[in-house]
C-alpha cells in the first residue's frame, strides 16, 4: 500500500513540475509565434518608394511622345505634385537649384532627421531635380 501512495505522489510531482509548465510553453509559443510571423510579413517599402518616384518624375516632367525623351523641368508655381496623397505615412522633397517643394513637410522634417534608425531615404537625380522619398521601416497609416 505504501508502495503505491508513494508513487501517486512522485506522478503528482512530475505532473506539476513539468507537465503543466510544459503545456504554458506550448500554449505561448501557440500564440506567439503566429503573431511574430504576421508582424514580419514582407514590407515592400523598397517598390513602394520606386513606384512613388517615378510617379512623381511623371507628374513634373516635360514628355516627347515620339521621341520617348523626358526633360525633367521643376516650376513649383506649376507642379501639381501636391496632389500626391496617399494613406501610407510618407514625406517626399522635390527641389532643383533654384527652389524646394515639400510633400506632407511636417513629416519629412520630423523623419530626415531619423534616417537609418526609423526611417529609409531613397533619392534620386534626374537632370536638376532631384527626388527624396522618406519612408518608415515598417508601414504605418495616416490617422485621421
Known amino acids: 500500500m505504501a508502495y503505491r501512495k508513494g508513487v ?6 512530475l505532473y506539476w513540475f513539468f507537465y503543466i509548465p510544459m503545456a504554458v510553453v506550448v500554449i505561448l509559443f501557440m500564440v506567439i509565434m503566429p503573431e511574430h510571423i504576421m508582424n514580419s510579413a514582407v ?37 501639381n505634385t501636391w496632389l500626391f ?24 522634417k520630423e523623419a530626415e532627421v531619423l534616417i537609418g534608425r526609423n526611417y529609409k531615404n ?5 537632370g536638376d531635380v532631384t527626388i527624396e522619398l522618406i519612408y518608415p521601416n515598417k508601414y504605418e497609416t495616416v490617422q485621421p
Do not use: C
Request: glycine fraction near 4%; proline fraction near 4%; aromatic fraction near 20%.
Open 43 to 79: 514590407q515592400p517599402i523598397e517598390l513602394d518608394a520606386t513606384i512613388t518616384k517615378e510617379l512623381l518624375f511623371q507628374k513634373i516632367s516635360d514628355y516627347s511622345y515620339p521621341y520617348g525623351t523626358e526633360f525633367s523641368k521643376f516650376n513649383p508655381t506649376k507642379s
Open 8 to 13: 501517486w505522489i512522485l506522478s503528482d510531482i
Open 85 to 108: 496623397l496617399s494613406q501610407k505615412n510618407f514625406g517626399y522633397k522635390i527641389s532643383n537649384k533654384e527652389s524646394e517643394f515639400f510633400g506632407r513637410e511636417l513629416f519629412y
Open 122 to 126: 531613397f533619392a534620386e537625380k534626374r
